[in-house]
């Protein structure tokens, strides 16, 4: 079964600063999508970025940035310029290419420090 | 505006009192799911759809059920609630496999 852990339970970070939140899965599939949420107070699931595991180019979206390493089942999220709005839990989610289910990790507090 | 809606927000009910938790999504997704979450667990689905009268069980379906009778409409029904199925929980829909999943607002139910 595929499993995503994520092993940082909390981090914080200075307010413009870089921060990089990890996120490491287990499948035996080679077609899959990852996926990072953001959770703010408002508890409302936000998308921040999408990664297909074909494509080897890192996904980004401004200050969001992905390290994808497929050979060692990596995907952390970095987040640049940090800004008090990105704090939040952040969830990491995996799914199969042939699969109905997101399986997400435990997830990841953020804090940002002013 | 393209959303997932879920009803109610907010429900505090007591134990075996039948209840049914309402999602409605307006993006013609073919894909909807039911997911708990719980602090410290991350969010763990609970049931899915692929498409009208296909449901499937996830990973903690235990004490739910669901049915897709139309397109838009994924209800979550607890027949007999108890106090470890309190939590916060999320519909989503997703309009492939590969594809984000558009969640509603969330609905956190306590059962006393």
């Known amino acids: 079964a595929q499993t995503v852990t994520q092993s940082q339970p909390e981090m914080s970070v200075q307010e413009a600063e870089t921060v990089t939140l990890s996120c490491t899965y287990d499948t035996s599939e080679s077609d899959y999508y990852l996926f990072w949420y953001k959770q703010p107070p408002s508890r409302q699931m936000i998308l921040v970025i999408r990664q297909e595991a074909y494509k080897q180019q890192n996904a980004t979206e401004n200050r969001f940035s992905v390290n994808f390493q497929k050979a060692a089942k990596s995907f952390s999220l970095k987040i640049s310029d940090s800004q008090l709005g990105d704090a939040a839990m952040y969830f990491c989610a995996y799914r199969g290419g042939s699969q109905g289910n997101l399986i997400f990790g435990k997830g990841t507090k953020l804090s940002v420090k002013p | 505006e393209a959303q997932v809606t879920q009803n109610p927000r907010y429900l505090i009910t007591v134990t075996g009192k039948k209840l049914t938790v309402t999602c409605s999504q307006n993006?013609?997704?073919?894909?909807m799911s039911w997911y708990r979450q719980d602090p410290g667990l991350g969010l763990r689905q609970i049931y899915y759809?692929?498409?009208?009268?296909?449901?499937d069980k996830g990973d903690v379906p235990e004490g739910y059920k669901v049915s897709r009778k139309e397109k838009r409409n994924f209800p979550l029904i607890l027949e007999s609630p108890s106090p470890n199925q309190t939590s916060l929980y999320f519909c989503?829909?997703?309009?492939?496999?590969?594809?984000?999943?558009?969640f509603g607002q969330g609905t956190r139910l306590t059962v006393v």
């Open positions: 993006m013609n997704h073919e894909y």
């Open positions: 989503a829909s997703n309009r492939g496999q590969g594809t984000e999943a558009f």
């Open positions: 759809s692929m498409n009208v009268e296909v449901t």
